[in-house]
């Protein structure tokens, strides 16, 4: 017996291509057609954790969304990473206004054909990790940490 419950659409690349259409063209409709009323989403860029839970909660969250994506110009390209019946995980990169030093990744969960609960993890200025910039973000977030990787770096160097 099939458990139509856990459903994902069949097809998660055309899945990517559609909310990244909706993603980058900014169709508030379409974006709230992709959830159920009793939906989660929770977000958490550059270490700001937002929770938005049932569809009022959602609405508000995505037109929030959809006046910074237009007025930045936000354009991503998405990926799948792995999927199954019930889940599809999705790479994202790309930018407001042209950047392209923002990444991230989402993890929709389906329920009746309809997210159930969509995590997404941000990152708006990417860079590599011998930048000047991540490196002071690093110590001033997390000073310790940030002293103890040079410590260790120094010594793999030596």
């Given amino acids: 017996m099939n458990d139509t419950r856990a459903t994902a659409p069949a097809d998660p690349d055309a899945f990517a291509a559609l909310v990244e259409r909706i993603t980058n063209e ?31 909660e959602i609405r508000r969250m995505v037109i929030a969304n959809a006046r910074i994506w237009r007025e930045r110009g936000l354009r991503v390209r998405k990926r799948v990473e792995c999927a199954d019946a019930s889940t599809i995980v999705l790479s994202w990169r790309g930018g407001f206004d042209g950047d392209e030093r923002q990444f991230g990744t989402e993890i929709w969960g389906f329920q009746d054909g309809r997210v159930a609960r969509q995590q997404t993890y941000g990152y708006l200025d990417v860079r590599p990790a011998t930048s000047t910039l991540a490196r002071l973000r690093i110590l001033l977030f997390a000073p310790r940490t940030a002293v103890v990787a040079l410590k260790h770096a120094r010594r793999s160097h030596a």
């Fill in 26 to 56: 900014v169709l508030v409709d379409a974006w709230l057609a992709l959830y159920r009323e009793d939906a989660v989403v929770e977000s958490i860029i550059d270490g700001a954790r937002e929770l938005h839970e049932g569809a009022a």
